[in-house]
């Protein structure tokens, strides 16, 4: 089955760096592909979706400029957290579907990374 | 995108069938149904979607009633690695720049 893979799967930095976060389609190619984020407890919330070679959609309440979004190739997206602070601590997880499956089909999602900010 | 409502918890024990049940009053007629399971610290994993009447894989099975206001996940003979999150969510299934909205979902725990 299609595979999704994110990368690094656990990071901790010091409040005011920057993380980039990756996320690959492994064996398909994705054009579109969804960021999230989820506090322990809680659901996943929609960040942005990644469109490649344009820019991103952010949802509402998203800083763009916090969570930097880039769709370089179809496999590729990765989430860049600036000047991270210890609120921006959380599950990162993106998602993507096969763009070429004409069935329906589900979304696959990556493992996660779990960003610690200190 | 249409609302989803599920219990926010359920127990059950090794062995039994679990059914959980989604209500999605506002489907419109595009909409599929998908389920989707979460363990902690790992991204969600499809476990199954239809759009009506019934679906069964290897995994689980799916009833949809005819007026498709409702859905219900069975699981059966559950074991203590089902203890997971089940996710409910209804959308356009085949649109690629659909976006996936998920609920709070269902914390299912599987005591011995």
């Known amino acids: 089955g299609a595979v999704v893979s994110q990368h690094p799967s656990r990071v901790i930095c010091k409040s005011g760096t920057s993380v980039k976060i990756e996320c690959r389609s492994l064996?398909?190619?994705?054009?579109?592909m969804f960021w999230y984020r989820q506090f322990p407890k809680k659901s996943l919330m929609l960040m942005a979706t990644s469109n490649e070679g344009s820019k991103a959609t952010y949802e509402q309440g998203v800083e763009k400029d916090k969570f930097l979004i880039n769709h370089a190739s179809l496999t590729l997206s990765t989430l860049t957290v600036t000047s991270a602070h210890p609120e921006d601590s959380s599950f990162y997880i993106c998602?993507?579907?096969?763009?070429?499956?004409?069935?329906?089909?589900?979304?696959?999602f990556g493992q996660g990374t779990r960003l610690t900010v200190v | 995108l249409a609302k989803t409502t599920q219990p926010i918890s359920m127990d059950s024990y090794e062995g039994q069938e679990v059914n959980i049940t989604c209500s999605h009053n506002n489907i419109a007629t595009n909409d599929y149904i998908t389920w989707y399971q979460q363990f902690p610290s790992q991204g969600p994993r499809f476990i199954i979607q239809g759009y009506k009447t019934k679906v069964t894989n290897e995994v689980a099975s799916l009833f949809i009633p005819a007026d498709r206001k409702s859905s219900t996940l069975s699981l059966p003979r559950v074991s203590l690695s089902d203890t997971a999150v089940y996710y409910c969510l209804v959308g356009e299934s085949p649109s690629s720049a659909s976006k996936i909205i998920f609920g709070s979902g269902t914390r299912l725990s599987i005591r011995p």
């Open positions: 998602s993507a579907r096969d763009h070429r499956r004409q069935s329906n089909t589900e979304a696959f």
């Open positions: 064996d398909f190619q994705a054009t579109t």
